[in-house]
């Protein structure tokens, strides 16, 4: 179990590094180029740093979860609460990019896959 434990946790890793990466550079940056963007608290740098932080708080939460997958490989049943919970939350978040992007942002895959092994960890 814990050789599949630290693989989800690896595939959560490297898809919050993709996450962060890709779409500052290819989604965030082109996105803040606008000349249109809203202007809060007097100005569009407000708007900006609240867009650049909620992007890479999903990926600060990805690491997070990766470490839970890394610390719940007992046998216990808070760990297999833990799992579950972790399970759930990447099957619950896959299922927006599927139907949002209707396959094609192949995010899904890799959150059904992490959030597969740890509901498979848990029971």
């Known amino acids: 179990m814990s050789f599949l434990l630290a693989f989800a946790a690896f595939l959560a890793i490297a898809m919050g590094l993709a996450h962060s990466v ?22 569009t740098e407000f708007t900006v740093r609240t867009l650049r932080f909620a992007w890479h708080v999903t990926s600060i939460a990805w690491f997070g979860f990766a470490a839970l997958l890394l610390q719940a490989g007992g046998e216990g049943p808070a760990d297999s609460r833990v799992l579950a919970t972790v399970g759930l939350t990447f099957i619950a978040s896959g ?24 509901l498979w960890c848990a029971r």
Not at 96 to 114: N, Y
């Open 22 to 43: 890709l779409g500052e550079r290819y989604i965030l940056m082109r996105l803040f180029r606008r000349p249109d963007l809203p202007k809060l608290f007097g100005g």
């Open 95 to 118: 299922i927006l990019p599927l139907a949002c992007t209707r396959g094609r942002h192949l995010s899904w895959l890799v959150m059904f896959a992490i959030g597969g092994i740890a």
